[in-house]
């Protein structure tokens, strides 16, 4: 089945030590989203790539980046957690950037020490 | 500027009771709106979605919703209701800023027997 692929399910990293979470697809689709989602809260947009061309949304913090070296993988790397950083990180794709229907993969969740 | 309200922040209903969860979009435009569920530590699921036609659209799992524009609202509706519907539950509404969603707070449902 096509799907959404996020590695690890849970993750442990230290105070200010880097970490980076993996999604994966096989959807072929063209866009992809990172979420951050806290406990009992919405998700909230961190950045999305269209294809290629990358979109950081205005409040997303300097120490959150992300690659996408080819269209069925995109990493989401935090070069210095903080105890705030935990959470949830959600990877959603959708077909096109006309296209409003995302496709959510399990989520990873991120713990800080 | 675009925003969705989802005004019952927790509900619980009875096994076999029927539901209504709420959902308020408020959009300049036609929204694109959207159902989407989830279950602990699980990433998000659609149920559902409206981009036009008719008003009352049909998901998976026996839900549906009922889009009326006069009320700004897209509630889901479910006729009875089974203990594995205990989830969260997020209102959605894509914005012209090429497919992303704006989601509502949530509405944690729990099934009492």
């Known amino acids: 089945d096509a799907m959404v692929i996020q590695n690890p399910r849970y993750q442990v990293t230290q105070f200010g030590k880097p970490v980076t979470l993996s999604c994966s697809q096989t959807?072929?689709?063209?866009?992809m989203y990172w979420y951050q989602q806290k406990s009992s809260q919405a998700p909230k947009l961190l950045f999305h790539?269209?294809?290629?061309?990358?979109?950081n949304e205005a409040d997303t913090p300097d120490n959150f980046q992300s690659r996408r070296p080819n269209t069925s993988f995109c990493f989401l790397d935090i070069r210095s957690p903080g105890l705030g950083d935990a959470a949830m990180y959600l990877c959603?794709?959708?077909?096109?950037?006309?296209?409003?229907?995302?496709?959510f993969g399990p989520g990873t969740r991120l713990t800080v020490t | 500027a675009q925003s969705v309200t989802q005004p019952d922040i927790h509900i619980t209903v009875s096994e076999g009771a029927s539901l209504e969860l709420r959902c308020n979009y408020s959009?300049?435009?036609?929204?694109?709106l959207f159902w989407y569920v989830q279950s602990p530590g699980q990433g998000l699921q659609l149920l559902l979605k409206?981009?036009?036609?008719?008003?009352l659209v049909q998901g998976i799992k026996g839900f549906e919703a009922e889009f009326k524009r006069s009320q700004s609202s897209f509630n889901l509706r479910k006729p009875s209701v089974h203990w594995s519907d205990a989830a969260e539950y997020f209102c959605?509404?894509?914005?012209?800023?090429?497919?992303?969603?704006?989601f509502g707070q949530g509405t944690e449902l729990s099934v009492k027997p």
């Open positions: 959603a794709t959708s077909r096109s950037s006309s296209s409003y229907e995302q496709y």
């Open positions: 959807l072929n689709h063209n866009v």
């Open positions: 790539y269209y294809d290629k061309d990358f979109n």
């Open positions: 959009y300049g435009a036609t929204p694109y």
């Open positions: 409206y981009f036009s036609g008719d008003t």
């Open positions: 959605a509404v894509g914005y012209n800023q090429g497919g992303k969603l704006i």
